[in-house]
């Protein structure tokens, strides 16, 4: 049976990208790691590295192999996390790493991969019935940086 695993592709320091994700996204891993003992059209051999790794129940590989299309927001990773304290500790170590916040929980790391720290009560609270519910957590929402729970709940009660 076919399985679906995301790939990204980095420009460099592949490695030191999957040490942080593995160290910050809780029941992570990195499986293995090669390198090409081939001449490819990257460089020489031994120059293209690869790696196959685990965020959360997420499988990804991961390639090292120059410069060829930076990552974008038509692909991003979304960590949702239980409460404040669990988003507030990620969130601080992607900036402690040089991340740059975005608008509603968005932050683009050093190496360029987008991420969304987001609330696992963000998608309740989305979701709940009463339509107005949803318009007073979606502006407040819109209005943040860094996710906010109090917040989130409050506007929810309006």
Not at 13 to 36: K, Q
Request: hydrophobic share 45%; glycine share 8%; net charge negative.
């Amino acid at each position: 049976m076919a399985q679906v695993i995301q790939h990204l592709w980095f420009a460099r320091d592949m490695r030191a990208a999957l040490d942080f994700y593995t160290r910050v996204v809780p029941r992570s891993r990195i499986d293995w790691t090669s390198t090409l003992p081939i001449e490819t059209p990257s460089g020489p051999p031994g120059s293209v590295h690869l790696a196959g790794f685990r965020l959360g129940d997420q499988r990804y590989q991961a390639i090292e192999a120059g410069p060829l299309d930076p990552f974008n927001h038509s692909f991003s990773v979304m960590l949702e996390c239980d409460d404040q304290a669990e988003l507030d500790r990620i969130w601080a170590a992607f900036m402690a790493e040089g991340a740059q916040p975005e608008q509603c929980g968005w932050l683009r790391d050093r190496w360029g991969l987008a991420w969304q720290i987001a609330p696992r009560r963000l998608g309740e609270l989305m979701s709940d019935p009463d339509v107005e519910v949803q318009k007073r957590v979606g502006l407040a929402f819109m209005g943040m940086v860094k996710f906010d729970i109090a917040a989130l709940e409050a506007a929810a009660r309006g």
